[in-house]
C-alpha cells in the first residue's frame, strides 16, 4: 500500500493548453506529486474545490516593493501578492536608498526577503550610473534572475540612466552571463523636452503625463536598446511596452538573430487615456495609458504569440505621492498585484478566451524567462506546489479589502467589475491565503535563485 498523499486539491487544473475538468493535484511536503482526473488518490488532507479552476500560482515577472519605503516595503507588498495568488514576485532592483548593484548589496537584500516575505521572491540586479559594469559577474552568480537597466532617468542613484556607452560595455558583459536584461524604455531627451514645455503653458493636468511621453519616446528607446542587443548578443527585454509597435520591433530584430523580447503590462490590455482623465495621479505609470484603440492592437500581439509575458509593475506609492493636482508631481506607479487574477481572468472572460492563456503569461513564460523552470510557473509534477484557486463570481474590486501597508490601499482597478476571485492561494504546499484571511508568515517565503542560465 502507498503513502497518503499529504494534501490533494480537487477542481478543474488549468494547465498552459488545457482545462482538465474533475481534476486533482496531489501534493506532497512541498512538491506537486501527482495530478490526474476523476477518483483522487487518498491524502491526509483532501481540499474540495470542485467547480472551481486551480491554476498555478501567479508569477508576477515585473514589480518594485521597495521604491518608496526601501526593504520594509517586501511585508505589505508580498502580503497582497499572497492574497492575490502571486506566489512568486520577480521584484525590481531600484531600491530605497540604496539599488542592488552588487553581490553585497543582494546577499543583504535576500536577508530581508527570507525574514520578511510571505510569497517566494525572485530578484534583479543593476549597475550603477558609472563604474558598475565589474559588479555584473557577482551579481549573476548570486541568483539574480535578470538584470534591469534603464534609459531614462528617475533618480541619478536610484534609478539612473544608463548612457550609450556604458549599456555597451554592460550588455557585452551581461551577454556572458547569459541572464537577460530588461530594459525600461523611454527617451530621456524627448520626455524631458516636452514635459518642460507642457509646464512652461500651464498645461500640469493628467492627459498631459501621456501627450509629454507618446509612443515615439518608447520606440525610440526601443530600436537603440536592441541595436546594442544585436551588437553584444545580449537577450535584451522590454521591461513594458505599452504600444503594439514596441512587440513588432522585438520580432525584427529576433528574425535578424537578436535575442529581443518585450512585455505586456495588465494596464496596457486595458486601461487607456480616458482612465487617467478620470483617475488623476492614480492612474499615472510610465509609459503612459494609450488609447483604446491600441488596446486592441495590444491584444492582437497577444494572440499573435508576439508577447514574453504580462506582469504587474506593481508599484505601491503612498496614496500622498499620488494626489497632487499637479501631474507632473505625482509618483509615477499603480498598485496591482492583489487585483493581477481577477483582473487578468475577468479579461481574458470577457474576451472569450481561456483561462489558460493566464496559466501561460502570467506563470510559465515568466518563469521560464527569468530562469525560474523546472520549478515555478506550472502544474507539473516535481514542480513546487504553488497553487491559486479561482472562483466565479460576480463582484466591484474594492481597494479597501487590499491587505498591504494602509497607505497603499487604493487601486486604479477600485470599482471595477470582475467575475472571479481568489478562493485560496498555496506557497509549496500550504495555504498562506483562504480567500478572507492571510494565513502566512512574513519569512514563509524565500528568495528562490536562478535555476537555469
Ligand atoms: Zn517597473
Known amino acids: 500500500m502507498t503513502t497518503p498523499f499529504d494534501r490533494v486539491f480537487l477542481g478543474d487544473i488549468v ?32 481540499i474540495d474545490h470542485t467547480g472551481r479552476y486551480i491554476m498555478p500560482g501567479l508569477v508576477d515577472g515585473h514589480m518594485h516593493t521597495s521604491s518608496a519605503l526601501g526593504w520594509p516595503g517586501i ?40 525574514r520578511t516575505a510571505h510569497v517566494d521572491m525572485a530578484l534583479y540586479g543593476t549597475i550603477r550610473k558609472t563604474g558598475g559594469v565589474d559588479e555584473i559577474a557577482g551579481l549573476a552568480q548570486a541568483g539574480i534572475s535578470a538584470f ?11 534609478f539612473p540612466r544608463i548612457d550609450h556607452p556604458t549599456m555597451l560595455a554592460a550588455f557585452a558583459e551581461i551577454a556572458k552571463t547569459g541572464l537577460p536584461v530588461a530594459v525600461h524604455n523611454e527617451d530621456q531627451e524627448l520626455v524631458e523636452k516636452l514635459t518642460a514645455e507642457a509646464r ?19 520606440t525610440m528607446a526601443d530600436l537603440e536598446i536592441f541595436e546594442i542587443g544585436l551588437q553584444t548578443g545580449a537577450h535584451v527585454h522590454i521591461a513594458h511596452s505599452s504600444v503594439a509597435r514596441g512587440f513588432a520591433i ?34 499615472k505609470c510610465n509609459p503612459p495609458f494609450r488609447t483604446a484603440a491600441e488596446v486592441e492592437r495590444m491584444w492582437e500581439a497577444l494572440l499573435a504569440d508576439k508577447i514574453a509575458y504580462v506582469s504587474t509593475d506593481h508599484a505601491p506609492w ?42 501561460t ?20 509534477l516535481g514542480f513546487d506546489a504553488d497553487l491559486l484557486v479561482m472562483q466565479r463570481a460576480d463582484y466591484t474590486f474594492d481597494e479597501a479589502e487590499i491587505v498591504d501597508r494602509p497607505e497603499t490601499r487604493w487601486s486604479p482597478y477600485h470599482g471595477r467589475r470582475m467575475r472571479a476571485r481568489v478562493a485560496e492561494t498555496i506557497l509549496r504546499g500550504r495555504t498562506i ?10 519569512g514563509d517565503g524565500k528568495f528562490v535563485r536562478r535555476q537555469t542560465v
Not at 336 to 350: C, I, R, V
Request: proline share 7%; with cysteine.
Open 361 to 380: 503569461y502570467c506563470a510559465e513564460r515568466p518563469a521560464k524567462l527569468h530562469g525560474l523552470w523546472p520549478k515555478k510557473g506550472a502544474i507539473k
Open 433 to 442: 491565503w483562504n480567500g478572507s484571511n492571510v494565513l502566512g508568515h512574513p
Open 318 to 359: 503612498p496614496l500622498d505621492r499620488k494626489s497632487d493636482p499637479d501631474i507632473f508631481n505625482c509618483g509615477a506607479g499603480l498598485t496591482g498585484m492583489q487585483s493581477f487574477a481577477p483582473l487578468m481572468f475577468t479579461l481574458l472572460d470577457e474576451r472569450g478566451l481561456s483561462p489558460t492563456l493566464m496559466a
Open 200 to 218: 512652461a503653458a500651464g498645461n500640469t493636468s493628467p492627459i498631459w503625463h501621456c501627450r509629454t511621453r507618446p509612443p515615439l519616446a518608447e
Open 250 to 283: 522585438a520580432e525584427d530584430f529576433r528574425t535578424q538573430g537578436g535575442k529581443a523580447t518585450g512585455e505586456a503590462c495588465i494596464q496596457y490590455l486595458c486601461m487607456t487615456e480616458e482612465d487617467i482623465v478620470r483617475l488623476a495621479g492614480r492612474g
Open 15 to 46: 494547465t498552459s493548453s488545457e482545462v482538465i475538468r474533475a481534476g486533482y493535484v496531489a501534493i506532497r511536503g512541498e512538491t506537486i506529486a501527482a495530478i490526474g482526473q476523476g477518483a483522487p488518490p487518498p491524502a491526509t488532507d483532501t
Open 75 to 114: 511585508e505589505g507588498a508580498t502580503r497582497s501578492a499572497a492574497a492575490g495568488g502571486v506566489t512568486t514576485c520577480v521584484d525590481m532592483p531600484y531600491d530605497s536608498p540604496q539599488a542592488v548593484t552588487s553581490a553585497a548589496v543582494l546577499a543583504e537584500k535576500i536577508t530581508w526577503v527570507n
Open 148 to 158: 534591469k537597466l534603464s534609459t531614462y532617468e528617475y533618480d541619478a542613484v536610484r
